[in-house]
Every structure is written in structure tokens, then in C-alpha cells.
């Protein structure tokens, strides 16, 4: 009889348990949804319909990707980076976007995301195969520089004259941290999705306007690196 | 005396069953062991209904080298792909079953687990294992019926055997997922190139200018030279790139008005036309002439082409369009603009990329002369 008794007890605690962890979330699923942008409009592709901000002509798009690293998310004093956390962000599918799927982080709710738009020095600097990080790849540069951060490419159309247009933006020094606080109702729901627009017209028209004609192509030059730097910098903002 | 004639019975009847068992069992193939592959070649994926084993190599290698895979049993797979050549057969364009040449250039098999996983020059087969059979019925390439070849392979002994053990069954799926096996076995990583990876040897100085203009994107405003290969040949690999589509270039062969659909055919997309898979450089020294239609014969044809040769389309890379290494306007020609002296020290590095112990390794070799 004290035996069921004590078993009893023991299967009343157990229950007790987890009745009261099921109430409480431990883990929150998070989904990062970045959506490519010309100004207000989805991103397109291949065709002349976009003005040359400073200057003459209209151009066109063929490439736009970028590196987002060390995503970390914080609830309060509490914060979660995400291991090894190096994506290739590119948006040439139908719905010109991008997800990340965090599906645990072990917060009960997040209120600040943080990120780099480029690649911290240490794996800008390694050969290592590391998330989207590959050596193998189209990002993969000059190994004295490191990978490139942010490519658009594409052409700048003038009457009949079109010329190319190649924007490769790297070096350590032009990682830009960027930080967004959520809004508290924002991740109520069972399968939370943060949008975010990503809007390439800030990368030639943020900080500083650029004139296509007059600089068509930027690779290892520091002080035209730098100016893009800034602008994209500025080109991811959340979406309400 | 009854009792060994007992004895005897039950050991003939446990043989007899074992051997009944083992041909109908699910074989049980031997993973390939030693296998490993260079760090910096980075991640590959085999397809897990495909694991690499001894045996699926074994039949592949067979299979690939065996003129029975063609309609009129004269073709092989390694009539076009010949392993001296890096498995090119030296030609612009191999010849047609009906007296003509074929579309596109031979392609050199090498390091397949690497890179673009799209194969043949358009990427219109997007597995190893659904490349392997497309070959073997093309009317014009071995023009073989696959039921056809099902019955050959079926009536030999052997093939039944080498089946058995790799997969099961004869059928035109195991036969495809071995050749696939033998090609994805076919590795080079013994170049001087690979050992100067590994710090097991030097380049010339002739040739270490000729690395680092492989891997520069010219840039005249920091007077940064470069030969722009890494713009579309990966570092390391020195093949198309592995994400999506990238390893696909238009490199500036033809003008729009005569621009061949390449990757367009594939896709749809107006954006592919011109589109042609950028192919391994390893063991380019040996897999001439270039190009997907085969039509410069010599290294130096190439450069010659990229130098100064390019001809402007509208799906051309901007890559290419935009890189030269001069400062002033160029005068009616498109391309890279570097010295002679240039020009030679990238081939003096292609060079770098020939592995002589890939060329006449006895496994890749054919089973049917002498060793198996």
C-alpha cells in the first residue's frame, strides 16, 4: 500500500511537471524573411527600368547578393547567437526574397535582432568552409582582401551604349552592424516571420548618390569601397 | 559411416542455401574506404540512394569502358572520354554514329563531386546519374535502345554477378548509378598545383605570376593587374561555381545575331542565352581544343581570345566586358589587355593544373586490357 502510495506521488510530480513546462516557452521558432526592393517595388531583373540616380541613362540588374553574418538575437539581458552563422543572401527566385530559419533559439521571446552585412575579420581571412562561407564560390576574392561582401552587377543603358556595371564591395573594415528592436506583438503567433526589405536603391542613393557613369565599377579601391559601405549600411529596414 | 553421409547432406544443403540466399538477397556492397578528398576542394554530396561502394565502381568502370552500351557494339563511353586526354578525345567535336560531328566538344570528367551540378555543356541533366544514360540513346552518340541493352547485360554472366552485388537487379537505374559512381570516383588532386596547396612544392616564379593573374579581377585605379579567370573559375577547383546557376558564363564567343541558346534551352530564361557550363581546369593542358564547340586548338588561342578577342553580346558578363588592364580607352577591341609576358606566365600556371598521376592511374584505366 505505501509502495502505490509512493508511486503515486511520484507520477502526481511527473504530471505536475509537465503541466507546468507546457505553459511556459522555452524556445522560440524565428524566420527572417528579407524582401529585395527597388525603392517601394520588388527587385527585377534583366531589364532597363531603373534611372541611373546621379547622373544620365537607365540600368539593369543581373547579380545582387550579399553576406549577412553573426546573426545574434537578445530577449532583454539575455542573448543567442547562432552558431557558424554565415548566409549568402541572394534573391533571384520568383518571389525575390530570402529566408533564415532560426527554429529554436533558446529564448522565450526575442526583442532585438543584430547582424553584419559583410563577413567579421577572423572568417574574412580563412579558407575554412563555414555556413555560406566557400572559397569554391563566385563570393570568393582576392585572398589578401578576403570574400566579397555585397555584388550588384549588371549595365547602365545610354541611348545605344551600354556598359558594364560591377560592384564588388569588401574589405574588413566595411562589415556594417545593423540592429532592429521588434515590435512586442510581433512574434505572438506559433511560427513567428520578421520581414525585413532589403532595397538596393539605398546602395546607390543612401549616404552618399552615385552617378553610374562616373563610377561604374568598384573592387579594390578603399575610398569607393567605403562609400558603398555606408550606403548599404542603410538598405535593410523592417517591414510592417 | 551414416553419420558422415548425414553430416555431409546438412553441409551440402547449408551451401546450397547460403548460395540461393545470396543471390537473392539485398547485396551488401563494401563502402569505398579510402576515400578522401582535399580540404580546400570543400563540401560534396553524394546522393543517398547512391552511396560510393567497391562494387558499383567496379561494374561502373566496366560499364563505361564496354562497347556493348552502344547500338552497334563499337562505342563506348571512353571512345569520346579517353583518360590519357583527362578523358577528352581531342577533338573539337567527336563524330556522329551517322557520319557528322556532334553538337559539343567532349568534356573532361574530373572532380565531378565539386562545382556546378549540371552536366554536359547546356546543363540539361542535373545528376550524374541522369547524365549517364543520355549518351548511351542519343541516336547520334552511342544510339543504343536501353531495353535493348537491359537483354545484352542480362544474358552475361558476369554483368549479372558484378549487379548482384553492386545494386540487385539489372536495370537501366543501376546501370546509371554506377556510371555515375565511376565518374564521381574520378579525382585529380595530384597536381603541382594540388602540392603547392598542400606546401609540398613550389611554382616557378614564372608561374607564381601566373596565379596571382589567375586570381585577380583586374582594377586600374589601384594598378592591381589580373588575368579575371577566378571571376568564373573557382580558386581551388578551378571549375564553375556550385551555387544555382553560377557556373554558367557567357564568355563572349559570338555576337547576338548568331548566339547559340546554351543554358536558355534549359531554362526558358532570355537572361541563360549564350549560357555555357564553365568547365574544369584541371588538366587543361592536355584537353584541347577549348571551348564548348571546340574551336581555339591551342592554350594560347584562348588567352588570345579573353586578351583582346572578345566578341560583346548582350548576355556577355560584365565581368569579362569591364576587366582590362589598361587604362585608356581601348580602341575597337574588347578584352584584358595584358603583356605578352602576362599571357604566358597563366599558361605556364594551366600547366601547373596537368596530374600526370590522374592521366595513368591503373583504376581509372580500362578493365578489359590486361588488369581488372
Known amino acids: 500500500m505505501r509502495l502505490i502510495l509512493g508511486l503515486l506521488a511520484v507520477a502526481a510530480l511527473i504530471a505536475g511537471w509537465f503541466l507546468l513546462m507546457s505553459g511556459q516557452r522555452k524556445t522560440t521558432p524565428i524566420t527572417l524573411t528579407f524582401h529585395a526592393h527597388m525603392g517601394d517595388e520588388p527587385l527585377v531583373y534583366d531589364q532597363f527600368v531603373y534611372d541611373n540616380p546621379g547622373g544620365g541613362g537607365q540600368f539593369r540588374v543581373r547579380d545582387f547578393r550579399f553576406y549577412l553574418s553573426n546573426l545574434s538575437l537578445t530577449q532583454g539581458e539575455k542573448s543567442y547567437a547562432e552558431p557558424d552563422s554565415y548566409h549568402l543572401l541572394r534573391f533571384d527566385n520568383e518571389d525575390k526574397t530570402h529566408s533564415i530559419t532560426l527554429p529554436e533559439v533558446p529564448l522565450k521571446s526575442v526583442d532585438t535582432v543584430q547582424f553584419l552585412i559583410g563577413v567579421d575579420p577572423a572568417a574574412n581571412g580563412s579558407i575554412e568552409v563555414r555556413g555560406d562561407l566557400d572559397p569554391n564560390s563566385q563570393m570568393a576574392w582576392n585572398w589578401e582582401v578576403g570574400y566579397k561582401f555585397v555584388v550588384v552587377e549588371g549595365a547602365l543603358k545610354q541611348g545605344d551604349d551600354v556598359s558594364p556595371l560591377v560592384y564588388h564591395v569588401g574589405f574588413s573594415e566595411n562589415a556594417r552592424e545593423v540592429e532592429f528592436m521588434l515590435p512586442p506583438d510581433v512574434l505572438v503567433s506559433d511560427d513567428p516571420e520578421v520581414h525585413l526589405i532589403v532595397d538596393l536603391a539605398k546602395f546607390f542613393d543612401g549616404t552618399a548618390q552615385i552617378d553610374m557613369q562616373a563610377l561604374p565599377s568598384v573592387k579594390f579601391n578603399r575610398a569607393d569601397a567605403e562609400i558603398l559601405a555606408d550606403n548599404y549600411a542603410i538598405m535593410i529596414t523592417l517591414a510592417f | 559411416m551414416r553419420w558422415v553421409l548425414l553430416i555431409l547432406a546438412a553441409a551440402g544443403l547449408a551451401v546450397a542455401g547460403w548460395m540461393n540466399w545470396d543471390r537473392t538477397r539485398h547485396p551488401v556492397a563494401t563502402p569505398i574506404a579510402d576515400f578522401s578528398a582535399p580540404f580546400v576542394f570543400g563540401r560534396f554530396a553524394v546522393p543517398p540512394e547512391n552511396p560510393l561502394t567497391e562494387e558499383a565502381f567496379a561494374l561502373g568502370r566496366h560499364l563505361f569502358y564496354d562497347p556493348i552500351l552502344s547500338g552497334n557494339n563499337q562505342v563506348s563511353c571512353a571512345t569520346c572520354h579517353v583518360q590519357a586526354l583527362a578523358f577528352t578525345d581531342g577533338r573539337a567535336k567527336s563524330p556522329s554514329l551517322s557520319g557528322g560531328e556532334l553538337d559539343f566538344s567532349a568534356m573532361s570528367l574530373a572532380n565531378l563531386l565539386w562545382g556546378q551540378e549540371r552536366f554536359f555543356w547546356d546543363g540539361r541533366a542535373t545528376s550524374l546519374e541522369e547524365q549517364a544514360l543520355i549518351p548511351i540513346q542519343h541516336p547520334d552518340e552511342m544510339g543504343q535502345d536501353i531495353d535493348a541493352l537491359m537483354a545484352e547485360l542480362e544474358a552475361s554472366g558476369t554483368y549479372r554477378r558484378m549487379f548482384r552485388q553492386a545494386y540487385g537487379a539489372v536495370t537501366p537505374e543501376n546501370t546509371a548509378k554506377a556510371l555515375a559512381t565511376f565518374m564521381r570516383m574520378l579525382i585529380s588532386s595530384e597536381s603541382k598545383y594540388d602540392k603547392y596547396l598542400r606546401g609540398e612544392a613550389r611554382l616557378t616564379a614564372q608561374e607564381e605570376h601566373g596565379r596571382k593573374l589567375f586570381m585577380a579581377h ?149 578493365p578489359f586490357e590486361g588488369g581488372s
Do not use: W
Open chain 2, 218 to 366: 583586374p582594377d586600374t585605379k589601384v594598378s592591381l593587374r589580373g588575368g579575371n579567370c577566378i571571376d568564373c573559375h573557382s580558386q581551388f577547383l578551378t571549375s564553375g561555381f556550385r551555387d544555382a546557376l553560377d557556373g554558367f558564363s557567357n564568355n563572349g564567343l559570338d555576337p547576338d545575331d548568331t548566339l547559340p541558346d546554351g543554358l536558355m534551352a534549359v531554362t526558358g530564361n532570355p537572361a541563360h542565352k549564350g549560357f555555357f557550363k564553365v568547365p574544369t581546369l584541371r588538366n587543361i593542358a592536355v584537353t584541347a581544343p577549348y571551348m564548348h564547340d571546340g574551336r581555339f586548338e591551342t592554350l594560347e588561342d584562348v588567352m588570345a581570345h579573353y586578351n583582346d578577342g572578345i566578341v560583346v553580346s548582350d548576355t556577355l558578363s560584365p565581368l569579362i566586358l569591364e576587366a582590362d588592364n589598361a587604362p585608356e580607352a581601348a580602341k575597337g577591341t574588347v578584352g584584358l589587355r595584358m603583356t605578352p609576358e602576362e599571357i604566358q606566365a597563366i599558361i605556364a600556371f594551366l600547366h601547373t593544373l596537368t596530374d600526370e598521376a590522374f592521366l595513368t592511374n591503373p583504376k581509372f584505366s580500362d
